[in-house]
């Protein structure tokens, strides 16, 4: 088997889990559900759509009455200057009848082009406000790609059913009831043989209703794996051109294309099994009028206008079907569509607030961990009866292993997941009683991977604390060494940054961080490897910084560097979950233990 078959097979198997097909089946309720965002317009502008939508359709009624009146009044009975009179009256009505027609279309279409988006606008809205405010779980176990394709692709497929399709449906069956009612009434016998082949039309179509829907749902999951790949090409790329993967690379991404394209292609040629079928039906219809409707006029039981008109009847007849055919169609790709918006929607985050819970009032800083257990995978801890004692203002270190549970620790503190057992306390107070915002603004963070927004570095550095004054932002740059590289860049605190701030080094980028967590001014402040890739040279600059930082907090430092650590108060070292050592440097060194023989292997590193 070739590399590139390897590399697909492999990515196959363990990427984009979380987009299978939703087996639910089509209900009314969600698509009602879907239709309440147009509620908030009911009073400012359905009124007018409506008149507009009367209006457009009263007249498409009419006009083949009209061309029954001018055949039978005018044409038939060909009495000369009268029946010309005739032929020019119901010809000005008929121009009348366009013209209203257009009128009322034109500002139909402009009015609810106008709702269309605002209810899109407010659906990617409440979709966004929600996808915030879920946990980190919700996160790891899905591509960045698989949340951005709900937000773009998924809400963006609900902008015709919105704009167009709602009131075209409405239209449609008006225009179709009212149709059904003229044909009985003018001629019931000839009416109902019409319209018999109607259920024929509905019983075949039926048949496609469910194979369409899980196509088009198929579709939004192809699409959801290419923009899924997509994002993690981008930004995986230079680990893709270090490796020299571009064409394995490639050879998936052409292949999971593919695959959309044969989605899409079986979707679509679902989607067009509908106009056949009403053509046929259209073909019967028609065949049925003029064999029996000739027998009629034979009976002098209609006249010829009638029969015309008839004709005019029903080719407005199929003409809607047609129409509601594609809109079904087009209400099946917005059901696989809001299904997946609505998936997100209704995911209750991990971590959520208690319905009481009260806001943490400026706290001193004593941290307590009570028993802690954590599992991110049933069956496989990560933390196993954590317990420790922290005193407002100390400065801890936490030391292990990868993978013994020192990160997790902390994303526990700031609430990102919740412990299976046990408890976090601040100030005697557990976290998961008190709201989460006031929670997170009295604890700061800075990871190894910090993340630089795209925009200016006073807004990066702002955004600690969104109230902050120009003055504020220098001093915080100034406290941790920043400011002379930042003033050294072509504007200053208004250079523009590219995404994730690439145009930045590794340690411009933490020493901004570090700016940030400043100037939000946390009572208790974590060091997530923050300083793992700093150069020794940026990192001696900021050990001055770092004592400002910490001093008078409540500080967790998540480090390997020993200079980073050894004037720590107390260090905890940690191996698979369990604290197996703690004390000062000084203590555990003497002690022998594990933390020995990290700074041992940790020399020997250096020294190599």
């Not at 919700?138 to 059913?161: H, I, Y």
């Not at 009481?356 to 933390?383: C, H, M, Q, W």
């Amino acid at each position: 088997m070739s590399n590139e078959q390897t590399t697909r097979d492999n990515r196959e198997r363990f990427t984009y889990k979380d987009d299978d097909i939703i087996e639910k089946p089509f209900n009314w309720s969600q698509l009602s559900r879907l239709f309440n965002y147009m509620k908030p317009y009911k009073k400012q502008l359905l009124p007018v759509i409506i008149v507009m939508m009367i209006l457009g359709t009263a007249t498409r009624l009419a006009i083949p009455a009209i061309i029954i009146l001018a055949i039978d009044e005018a044409i038939e009975p060909k009495t000369g200057d009268a029946s010309l009179s005739k032929l020019y009256m119901y010809a000005g009505l008929m121009l009348l009848l366009y013209v209203i027609q257009w009128a009322a279309n034109t500002y139909r279409i402009k009015f609810t082009n106008v709702i269309g988006q605002r209810v899109i606008y407010d659906l990617r809205q409440d979709l966004f406000r929600h996808i915030q405010k879920l946990s980190f779980r919700f996160f790891d176990k899905r591509p960045a790609g698989s949340v951005l394709v709900r937000v773009t692709n998924d809400v963006n497929a609900l902008q015709d059913l919105f704009t167009n399709g709602v009131v075209n449906l409405l239209m449609d069956c008006v225009q179709l009831v009212g149709i059904v009612i003229i044909l009985l009434v003018w001629n019931f016998k000839l009416g109902a043989a019409v319209m018999i082949t109607v259920p024929l039309m509905f019983i075949v179509s039926s048949a496609l209703r469910k194979r369409i829907r899980f196509a088009w749902q198929d579709v939004r999951m192809k699409q959801s794996r290419i923009n899924a790949h997509l994002n993690e090409s981008i930004q995986g790329m230079k680990v893709t051109q270090a490796y020299a993967q571009e064409k394995a690379n490639f050879t998936f991404f052409k292949h999971i294309n593919g695959v959309n394209i044969q989605a899409w292609n079986r979707a679509s040629a679902l989607n067009q099994a509908f106009g056949p079928i009403i053509e046929v039906t259209s073909a019967i219809g028609t065949l049925i009028l003029f064999w029996y409707g000739s027998r009629l006029i034979e009976q002098d039981a209609i006249t010829v206008g009638v029969l015309v008109g008839f004709a005019n009847y029903i080719g407005n007849f199929w003409d809607p079907i047609n129409r509601l055919g594609q809109m079904y169609a087009q209400l099946l790709i917005a059901m696989a569509s809001s299904e997946r918006i609505f998936e997100f929607i209704d995911e209750k985050p991990t971590v959520a607030e208690l319905p009481n819970a009260n806001k943490l009032a400026s706290i001193r800083g004593d941290v307590t961990f009570d028993r802690l257990v954590f599992e991110y995978e049933k069956g496989r801890p990560a933390l196993r009866g954590i317990s420790l004692d922290v005193k407002a203002g100390q400065t801890i270190a936490l030391v292990g292993h990868t993978g013994s549970g020192k990160s997790t620790i902390m994303n526990l503190l700031c609430r990102f997941y919740d412990p299976n057992e046990g408890a976090i306390l601040i100030d005697g107070t557990d976290i998961r009683n008190v709201s989460i915002e006031s929670l997170r603004s009295q604890v700061g963070i800075v990871l190894q991977d910090t993340f630089i927004f795209s925009g200016s570095i006073r807004e990066n550095i702002r955004f600690g604390r969104l109230d902050a004054t120009n003055d504020e932002i220098v001093k915080a740059a100034t406290a941790v060494d920043a400011h002379d590289f930042i003033m050294s860049l072509p504007d200053g605190y208004d250079t523009e940054v590219e995404e994730r701030g690439n145009s930045l080094s590794m340690g411009q980028r933490q020493l901004l961080s570090f700016a940030r967590a400043l100037l939000a001014d946390p009572r208790v402040l974590i060091l997530d490897e923050a300083t793992a890739s700093i150069d020794t040279e940026t990192e001696l600059k900021i050990q001055e910084a770092l004592k400002k930082l910490l001093a008078g907090r409540t500080s967790f430092i998540v480090a390997h560097r020993l200079s980073t650590i050894r004037n720590a108060d107390r260090i905890v070292v940690l191996d698979h979950g369990v604290i197996v050592e703690q004390g000062t440097h000084e203590e555990l060194m003497r002690h022998g233990g594990t933390y020995n023989g990290l700074i041992e292997a940790q020399y020997r590193f250096l020294s190599a």
